[in-house]
Nanobody, 127 residues
Framework: VQLQASGGGLVQPGGSLRLSCEVV?????????IGWFRQAPGKEREGVAA????????YYSDSVKGRFTISRDRAKHTAYLQMNNLSSDDTAIYYC????????????????????WGQGTLVTVSS
């Protein structure tokens, strides 16, 4: 399973960015969610947002609710994360992943192998 991530970069506080993640594997994508985790320096990896490819059910962490919106293009096996009103607290490496939706809420390092991972992309929020 391959995941191709894009997006990220440097943005000023209050600005917006969009990430995308394509899952190159039709055999599993309908059973899984696609989404993002992030890891800031000195902090553990945390689930940010995810969406079920099949029915669009979503998960958002409390820290991004109301600011981030996840969507998907089922035909393209691709998810998009629109990030608005960014702050310095959102600075992190964002990792695209696919796995069971429940894993985003309960993630800890012992569950790492329950996901397929794409490359990380750096999001820096700074003036």
């Amino acid at each position: 399973v391959q995941l191709q991530a894009s997006g990220g970069g440097l943005v000023q506080p209050g600005g917006s960015l969009r990430l995308s993640c394509e899952v190159v594997s039709q055999s599993i994508v309908d059973h899984y969610a696609i989404g993002w985790f992030r890891q800031a320096p000195g902090k553990e990896r945390e689930g940010v947002a995810a969406i079920m490819v099949s029915d669009g059910k979503t998960y958002y962490s409390d820290s991004v609710k109301g600011r981030f919106t996840i969507s998907r293009d089922r035909a393209k096996h691709t998810a998009y994360l629109q990030m608005n009103n960014l702050s310095s607290d959102d600075t992190a490496i964002y990792y695209c992943a696919t796995g069971f939706l429940a894993g985003w809420q309960k993630y800890s390092p012992r569950y790492y192998n329950d996901f397929y991972w794409g490359q990380g992309t750096l999001v820096t929020v700074s003036s």
